[in-house]
């Protein structure tokens, strides 16, 4: 069936390291692709997606390329701040019915 | 714009007491969900509708009702309340199939 799966957390890091957050999917076809943030106490919020193979999305320093061969969407950032930790979300999007199918969410720390 | 608002914010209920978990979007969006998140399992759908008068059953629809009379309300019920619905519930609302989804801030519900 239809599901995403996410590195487990929390993911501690120092200001300035590179940051890698894996994300698999397993799903009929090629799926859009999308990556979601959520800050403390809010919502979440779309950081960026990829709607076919070889797409590379990017955002405030994010990217994550669409990977069809190993069905991934890894979410990479050469150097981190504070201010970006939260927890991030991996997600697909179903052909059946354009819902989203959601991994379970990867809590980044990011220590000054 | 104030884009998906939900209401109430927090909400503490008896097991078996009903309420009703507001959201409203004034963007015009078609597409509207109900999510539930709890600890380890990232967002569950509960109830999603396509349209005005349109609904349809998610993930974990058990326990909850929706309606859409309009297109910018969908609220969401719970009929009986049980402690296993204690989560946070997110609403969400997209123009189109292949569009960004736009949260709300959420409601947190504690079922004693």
């Known amino acids: 069936g239809n599901s995403v799966t996410q590195m487990e957390g929390p993911v501690t890091l120092s200001e300035e390291a590179f940051l890698t957050i894996n994300c698999t999917y397993t799903?009929?076809?090629?799926?859009?692709l999308f990556w979601y943030v959520q800050y403390p106490g809010e919502g979440l919020q779309l950081l960026l997606k990829?709607?076919?193979a070889d797409d590379k999305g990017s955002n405030k320093g994010f990217e994550a390329t669409y990977r069809k061969e190993t069905t991934s969407f890894h979410l990479e950032k050469g150097s981190v701040q504070v201010s970006d930790s939260a927890v991030y979300f991996c997600a697909h999007l179903m052909d059946s019915n354009y819902q989203l199918i959601w991994g379970a969410g990867t809590k980044l720390i990011i220590k000054p | 714009n104030a884009g998906v608002t939900q209401t109430p914010k927090f909400q503490v209920l008896k097991t078996g007491q009903s309420m009703t978990l507001q959201c409203a979007q004034d963007?015009?969006?078609?597409?509207m969900s109900w999510y539930r998140q709890d600890p380890g399992m990232g967002l569950r759908l509960i109830h999603y509708?396509?349209?005005?008068?349109?609904?349809d059953q998610g993930e974990v629809p058990n326990g909850y009702n929706v309606s859409r009379s309009t297109t910018e309300d969908f609220p969401l019920r719970l009929l009986s309340a049980a402690p296993s619905q204690t989560s946070v519930y997110f609403c969400?609302?997209?123009?189109?199939?292949?569009?960004?989804?736009?949260f709300g801030p959420g409601t947190r519900l504690l079922v004693l």
């Open positions: 509708s396509v349209g005005a008068g349109i609904t």
């Open positions: 990829a709607t076919k």
């Open positions: 799903a009929t076809g090629y799926p859009s």
């Open positions: 969400a609302s997209r123009g189109t199939i292949q569009e960004t989804q736009y």
């Open positions: 963007m015009n969006h078609e597409y």
